[in-house]
């Protein structure tokens, strides 16, 4: 089954700097890449997501890259702000209906 | 739009009891439902796969008979943690499709923090 792996497990950055966290997939079958911010104590909320037919996604401060040669997709934060400070997880799906495959997760903690 | 509520957000039971947690989409019809468990500090797990007027989908290694799946009507699907321990202590998640939006996008509650005693 699809296998995701996410780095780095945390992230400091200081205010105003961009932040990056990577992931690989291992199912060349996968199409759905969602990124997802997790604040303490509360459910994920997606805040961006890219399919395979995108190279590139951008949402103001927010994009992801995807290249499905190397099987992997990458989260950019530019111009990071403290409420930027959450758990981001990555996942991976194949095609409608399917279940997601998170990763791990990034602590990013952006720092005032 | 593409709210996923959950109810109650904390309980607190003794072991042995039975707990019942609720999912509701709130402005969107949901064929599919998913119920995730997350421990501290941890990514989620996908408990099961809940589809509107059939049998949920487990995955391995989860007993369907202690975690019991009903998924009634487009906007609401609800977990039952049968005869609790402590071990079942964690935090769960549901998560709705929008058939009306993307195929694809899944939205998450807020998450229900279980505590057996």
């Known amino acids: 089954g699809e296998n995701v792996e996410q780095h780095p497990s945390t992230l400091s950055v200081q205010e105003g700097d961009s932040a990056v966290i990577k992931c690989t997939y291992s199912?060349?079958?996968?199409?759905?890449f969602p990124w997802y911010k997790q604040e303490l104590g509360k459910g994920p909320q997606l805040i961006i997501d890219?399919?395979?037919?995108?190279g590139e996604k951008k949402d103001q401060r927010i994009a992801v890259t995807l290249n499905k040669t190397a099987k992997h997709f990458s989260l950019h934060i530019t111009e990071t702000q403290p409420e930027d400070s959450a758990v981001y997880f990555c996942?991976?799906?194949?095609?409608?209906?399917?279940?997601?495959?998170f990763g791990a997760g990034t602590i990013l903690r952006v720092k005032s | 739009g593409a709210v996923v509520s959950q109810h109650p957000s904390r309980v607190i039971c003794k072991s042995g009891t039975s707990v019942k947690i609720e999912c509701r989409s709130l402005?969107?019809?949901?064929?599919?439902m998913f119920w995730y468990r997350q421990f501290p500090k941890q990514s989620l797990m996908l408990m099961a796969t809940?589809?509107?007027?059939?049998?949920?989908?487990?995955e391995q290694g989860v007993e369907k008979d202690k975690f019991l799946i009903n998924h009634a009507s487009l906007t609401l699907s609800t977990l039952t943690v049968t005869s609790a321990h402590p071990e079942d202590s964690s935090f769960y998640i549901c998560s709705a499709r929008d058939l009306g939006g993307g195929v694809y996008e899944q939205y998450f509650g807020p998450g229900t923090r279980l505590t057996v005693t």
């Open positions: 890219i399919r395979s037919n995108v």
């Open positions: 199912d060349s079958a996968s199409n759905y």
């Open positions: 809940s589809n509107e007027g059939s049998k949920a989908t487990y």
């Open positions: 996942a991976a799906s194949m095609s409608y209906g399917n279940k997601l495959v």
């Open positions: 402005d969107f019809q949901a064929t599919t």
